[in-house]
């Protein structure tokens, strides 16, 4: 969902493997450095059929964002500002009313089974504290036009919201995050960047572990990529990858230090890993030419991957081994695990997989 919309703004049965991929240094990828393929051979994703199983959503538009707090109460939004809701694990899907119906909801999280937020490429900021009974719509103090694509709450008042504000009269656009200390009432403007550096790229992701300490995933309009980290709530960001050929489409940090960014090269799927909180990364190819469109990581050694054509992928190692395929025919446009083996996906069509391991 995130390449599709992007493309425009910027230019202004299932085959599966078990794999060791070939990894290298950042350092090495910014400077060309090759990159390996995989190392063995296919095998199923999971060994009991039921391990991943389809839910009725009870809508055919295309989702973009899926959060679980639990492993009961849920959301997923898409297309057409399409909200569903479930409290019992995705047995039941309940469409909500979120007051929109002419743009994309494109990300949700949550936070029990009352608390849930939704931001759209129209510069919505939607929130519900009733579990979806109502939504109500926050103020961005922003004074250019934006699209928002990414979103995390720690807590119930700290939260951060991420894309790019237009720029009609220079015919570009540039980076942008927001905050909110209120629950999402109100928010501030962030910027990773400083003005002119910022022109001609999009903040597609945003994650903080705690009030202080966030990370954010830039793209340029080569699709090149950087991340930056916060220690101060967003207010001031440093630089931690500096730019990379490789377009990343998502970011996830399990702790302070470690963290991974999900994406897409000339190659295919790519994942970039830190231990250290991004003062280094190694970049991991994973062999299989579906890009990634999300990531969530669960615990400092487990990975989970979605992307292009169904693809679903994960490590419970730190990136040595990996299990994936596709499980789906349509793209799956985000993923929410809620342990390390139990997780949804949500995609194309209404799609929403269940994944228990």
């Not at 950042?26 to 009991?48: E, W």
């Not at 929130?127 to 036009?145: D, E, K, M």
């Not at 799927?269 to 003062?279: C, K, L, M, S």
């Amino acid at each position: 969902m995130k390449t599709r919309l992007l493309m425009a703004v910027l230019a202004l049965t299932a085959a599966a493997v078990v794999f060791a991929p070939a990894a290298g240094s950042a350092a090495a990828a910014r400077d060309g450095g090759a990159r390996g393929g995989p190392r063995s051979g296919m095998a199923p994703l999971a060994a009991r059929a039921s391990a991943i199983t389809a839910q009725h959503s009870g809508v055919t538009a295309a989702l973009s964002g899926v959060s679980f707090s639990s492993g009961t109460s849920g959301w997923a939004v898409g297309a057409g500002g399409t909200v569903v809701s479930t409290v019992n694990g995705g047995k039941t899907w309940k469409r909500q009313r979120s007051g929109i119906t002419n743009v994309a909801l494109t990300a949700v999280d949550s936070l029990g089974s009352k608390k849930a937020w939704a931001v759209s490429d129209a510069g919505d900021v939607l929130r519900t504290a009733n579990g979806g009974t109502s939504w109500s719509r926050g103020s961005w103090s922003g004074t250019h036009p934006a699209m928002f694509f990414a979103l995390d709450f720690v807590d119930g008042t700290h939260g951060w919201i991420a894309g790019l504000e237009t720029r009609p009269i220079l015919q570009n656009s540039s980076a942008l995050t927001a905050s909110t200390t209120d629950g999402g009432r109100g928010w501030t403007s962030r910027m990773p960047l400083e003005t002119e550096a910022r022109l001609g790229m999009v903040c597609l992701s945003v994650d903080f572990v705690s009030a202080q300490v966030g990370y954010a995933l830039i793209n340029n309009q080569d699709g090149e990529s950087r991340i930056y980290r916060s220690d101060d709530g967003g207010a001031t960001w440093n630089e931690v990858l500096p730019t990379v050929a490789d377009t990343l489409r998502d970011l996830s940090f399990s702790d302070v230090a470690h963290g991974w960014a999900a994406g897409r090269n000339n190659e295919g799927a790519v994942v970039f890993r830190t231990v250290d909180g991004g003062a280094t990364w190694d970049s991991i190819q994973l062999g299989v030419g579906d890009g990634l469109e999300a990531a969530q990581a669960v615990g400092a050694a487990t990975l989970w991957v979605c992307g292009d054509n169904g693809f679903l992928g994960y490590t419970a190692d730190g990136g040595e081994t990996w299990n994936g395929g596709r499980v789906t025919s349509g793209d799956l446009n985000d993923i929410s695990f809620v342990t390390a083996r139990s997780g949804w996906a949500a995609g194309e069509g209404g799609t929403i997989l269940r994944i228990k391991l």
